[in-house]
């Protein structure tokens, strides 16, 4: 027999209140005297070093994720970020990127093309327009409005790579081109800040646009929880709304790493237990607590804090 009206509510409402329960357990505490920087990928180490030397010069987390994004975006051996970057079919370039701060307020672009620094437009459309997102052609135009200079992003290597590829037209599987940087960021006073930049799949179809520019899926910040960031198959990041989820599963009470897995376990699931691609989060708490996980094979990320700047690696769910 199935459950009466009366005891469904109270069920339901115990498992609602449970969530809460366990996050209040956990005692929340914000060490505000103990900044920390957590990237994505070797290229993170850098980006590391740039974001918490900003925070030393009196900076704030989002100037901190910022300066760390552009390190490898304008580093031309790093061919899935920025100046350097692996172009699409066409030979194009095009690059994508959001920022977003302690207030949620957030900036993106997407599809642009002859910028070396998105993620600082992406801070201007944050900070000196009414929009969140701009794309393109009309992204390019505001970058050139705002100072920007335009610049030839595809480099002699990365045009010599895109060159061999057209000749068998290959289709790069999901899991060879997937280094896409995000930055998260906790400062002095506990604020949560993050970035994310790419130049996206290699010899995608002209017009892509992945998940790092889309809030929700390639990063997002909570002030009041947390922060999560993406790294991987862009496309199925989207589908699951993956850094929201990571954050929402730390408002539930789940540990960083914990929430991580919980919202790959959910891709895992769909693609029946053995997905042919990567997906990678990092998350901060807000009492500076951080996770990671990754789908398969292994992943490195890169965490400063204490005066240390390191690279770590983890295993596969699977």
């Keep these: 027999m199935g459950l009466k009206r009366r005891d469904f509510i109270k069920t339901s409402a115990?498992?609602?209140?449970?969530?809460?329960?366990v996050f209040g357990e956990a005692k929340i505490k914000t060490n505000k005297n103990d900044p920390l920087i957590l990237s994505t990928w070797s290229h993170g180490l850098p980006a590391n070093d740039a974001a918490m030397n900003t925070l030393k010069n009196g900076g704030m987390g989002l100037d901190a994720v910022e300066a760390g994004a552009k390190i490898p975006e304008a580093d031309p051996k790093s061919t899935s970020v920025g100046f350097g970057?692996?172009?699409?079919?066409?030979?194009?370039?095009?690059?994508?990127?959001?920022?977003?701060?302690?207030?949620?307020?957030?900036?993106?672009?997407?599809?642009?093309?002859?910028?070396?620094?998105?993620?600082?437009?992406?801070?201007k459309v944050m900070e000196d327009t009414k929009h969140v997102m701009l794309v393109g052609e009309g992204a390019r135009q505001f970058a050139v409005s705002q100072g920007f200079e335009e610049m030839n992003l595809l480099t002699d290597e990365s045009k010599v790579a895109w060159e061999k590829w057209k000749k068998k037209r290959r289709e790069m599987t999901p899991h060879e081109t997937h280094d896409t940087i995000s930055?998260?960021?906790?400062?002095?006073?506990?604020?949560?800040?993050?970035?994310c930049t790419t130049s996206g799949w290699a010899y995608k179809m002209h017009g892509r646009v992945g998940d790092s520019p889309i809030i929700g899926a390639g990063l997002f910040v909570d002030n009041e929880v947390g922060c999560a960031a993406a790294t991987g198959l862009g496309e199925e990041v989207i589908k699951s709304a993956g850094s929201f989820l990571v954050v929402e599963l730390m408002r539930q009470g789940y540990d960083p790493t914990a929430a991580c897995e919980e919202a790959l376990n959910r891709v895992?699931?769909?693609?029946?237990?053995?997905?042919?691609f990567q997906i990678a989060y990092i998350a901060i708490r807000k009492d500076g607590k951080i996770g990671s996980a990754c789908i398969k094979w292994s992943f490195e990320y890169a965490l400063a804090q204490g005066g240390v700047n390191k690279l770590h690696n983890i295993k596969g769910m699977i």
């Design 14 to 21: 115990i498992g609602l209140a449970a969530p809460s329960a």
């Design 85 to 123: 970057g692996l172009p699409d079919e066409k030979g194009n370039v095009t690059l994508d990127a959001c920022i977003m701060d302690s207030t949620g307020n957030a900036g993106s672009v997407a599809f642009i093309q002859n910028i070396k620094h998105p993620v600082s437009v992406a801070r």
């Design 183 to 195: 930055v998260l960021a906790q400062d002095k006073n506990g604020d949560l800040a993050g970035a």
């Design 268 to 276: 895992i699931k769909k693609h029946n237990g053995n997905p042919d």
